[in-house]
């Protein structure tokens, strides 16, 4: 087992997270903490996946470097920098639907740049290009709901993309979609992100998909108060096809040795949730 | 059910309830006419009036006094709903405050209005559209209400990530959002613009279809009564389809439920 702190070189991290605690008022006056005590930082450039059990506050932590949600107590640092209000820097992909379900797959595109203010036909253009990039360039003036799960996604990430943020915050963007369309979307994604290697901080339940994409695996334990309990490095080798991946002894070595300890958290979440 | 079959049935009820009505009108039943025609007229008596009322274009003044009436109810009604309710949805502290005599004045019959209506705007349209805008704001009100409230956080989230500012949100979230439910309300509202029209006309009118089957009331002439019931039958089917296709062009973006035969 190797615990692995991230590289400390000059250049600051683009997110770091220094004792970053998160609470919730509750309805009855108490206070419900999510994440106690968060240590996390993702080099420029680097992936970064969150694993963890259902319920664990990973997506708080999410919401907490996307500047969405104030942390109770810590420090959050952009590029070095306290983060004062939404993450300007930073493009989300959430979990659930976020497209603006009355504009089209084009106009959902182009509301990035064109909230920047850049002229509308020129927003047009580029937001066309990025749909041909995700493999939708037909579907331009499709409404959210006339699209597949999958093409949803692949619209939402054209959306986050074309604004070219520093830094990916994506929550199981993959979660709701079958096996099949989840490797394709994931080497749709590892392939966008080699073309500028942007820093990412990528939310998943999956172990596999954590390892089969990303440079790093963090664990969180089973909430409430949940902990980074692990952080493993990921030693395989890009570019990476995420079917073929999960073959080489590597992987699964890495996979068994995560799992491990995953399981016990996974297995406490379960009894959480249900609530033994 | 096929079109043709549905289209069939459905004239099917317009001709048995038509005969029906003819016959127990018209034709005795045990030495008694069952529905006595001074109290129900009879079908023929109805469609002639209506016939003489086209014939003589006497019917267009009041169907057009009536439309106005509805139409700038509606119009009104709307605009003070969009604006009042986006006011509240955003000034949570307003609202509030306004709570309990937004129920009051919801709850309060709007017929009692009326004479209110026509002492301080007199007998010509305003006191109607008056009427029908006391309905038609309350509807698209709540409606705009829930929908600036009701907005997927999810949605607000992202658009929020993308860089949207208060103004931008407001156009390309909230305003989006308040007018899908106050379309899905569309059908409502206008027919409230209608029945505060009509209403108020029969109340204290000198035109409109309202008028005109409180003139014919006032000389117990039931084939007119009946025959203006049926023009504004015919009248508000027209305006809810007009309503439909406007509908189906504003919600474009909208899943529509796969109903099959």
């Not at chain 1, 939310?203 to 089969?212: F, P, R, S």
């Not at chain 2, 509807?139 to 607000?156: A, D, R």
Request: proline share 6%; hydrophobic share 55%; glycine share 8%.
């Amino acid at each position: 087992m190797q615990e692995t702190a991230s590289p400390q070189t000059a250049a600051p991290s683009a997110i770091a997270l220094n004792g970053v605690d998160v609470a919730f008022r509750l309805a009855d006056g108490g206070v419900y903490t999510a994440v106690e005590r968060a240590d996390l930082a993702v080099a420029d450039g680097e992936f970064v996946a969150i694993v963890g059990p259902t319920g664990c506050g990973k997506s708080t932590l999410l919401n907490i470097a996307a500047g969405l949600l104030a942390p109770a107590g810590g420090q959050v640092n952009i590029y070095g920098a306290p983060l004062p209000g939404l993450n300007r820097q930073a493009g989300y992909l959430f979990q659930a639907d976020a497209l603006f379900p009355w504009k089209t797959a084009l106009e959902n595109v182009a509301i990035g740049p064109e909230t920047a203010g850049m002229p509308a036909p020129e927003a047009r253009a580029r937001a066309q290009a990025w749909l041909t990039r995700v493999g939708l360039g037909a579907f331009g003036d499709r409404y959210p709901h006339m699209l597949s799960g999958g093409q949803r996604k692949r619209v939402g990430l054209a959306q986050v993309l074309i604004r070219d943020p520093k830094i990916l915050l994506m929550d199981e963007p993959f979660g709701p979609l079958d096996a099949q369309t989840r490797q394709i979307m994931g080497n749709l994604l590892l392939d966008l992100w080699s073309a500028d290697r942007k820093a990412v901080l990528f939310v998943t339940h999956d172990l596999e998909e954590a390892i089969a994409l990303s440079d790093r695996v963090v664990i969180m334990s089973a909430g409430p108060a949940a902990r980074i309990i692990g952080d493993w490095r990921v030693p395989l080798a890009r570019p990476r096809d995420i079917s073929e991946i999960k073959a080489e002894p590597d992987f699964q070595k890495l996979h068994r040795d995560i799992w491990h300890m995953l399981k016990a958290e996974v297995i406490k979440g379960y009894a959480q949730a249900e609530g033994v | 059910m096929s079109r043709v079959t549905l289209l069939a049935l459905q004239v099917m009820v317009a001709v048995v309830s038509l005969m029906l009505w003819h016959l127990l009108t018209t034709v005795p039943v045990f030495g008694r006419v069952l529905l006595p025609p001074f109290f129900f007229s009879n079908p023929f008596d109805v469609a002639h009036q209506v016939y003489i009322w086209f014939a003589t274009g006497v019917i267009w003044k009041h169907l057009w006094v009536t439309l106005i009436e509805a139409v700038l109810a509606f119009f009104i009604g709307s605009i003070g709903g969009i604006l009042v309710g986006f006011w509240f949805a955003r000034q949570p502290r307003t609202a509030a405050v306004f709570d309990p005599y937004v129920k009051m004045a919801n709850a309060l019959p709007r017929v009692v209005l009326a004479p209110i209506f026509t002492l301080w705007l007199g007998l010509g349209i305003w006191s109607k559209v008056a009427l029908g805008v006391t309905l038609v704001f309350f509807i698209v009100f709540f409606n705009v209400y829930q929908g600036v409230k009701e907005v997927s956080p999810t949605v607000l989230a992202n658009a929020r990530m993308l860089g949207m500012n208060e103004r931008q949100l407001m156009r390309h979230v909230y305003w989006p959002s308040a007018l899908s439910w106050m379309f899905s309300s569309l059908h409502t509202s206008v027919g409230f613009a209608v029945v505060g029209a009509v209403v108020g006309e029969y109340l204290g009118a000198a035109a409109g279809l309202g008028y005109l089957i409180q003139q014919a009331e006032g000389i117990f002439d039931v084939a007119g009564v009946f025959a203006g019931m049926f023009v504004l039958a015919a009248f508000v089917i027209v305006i809810d389809t007009i309503v439909t296709v406007i509908e189906r062009r504003l919600l474009v973006w909208r899943p529509v439920a796969e109903t099959r035969p």
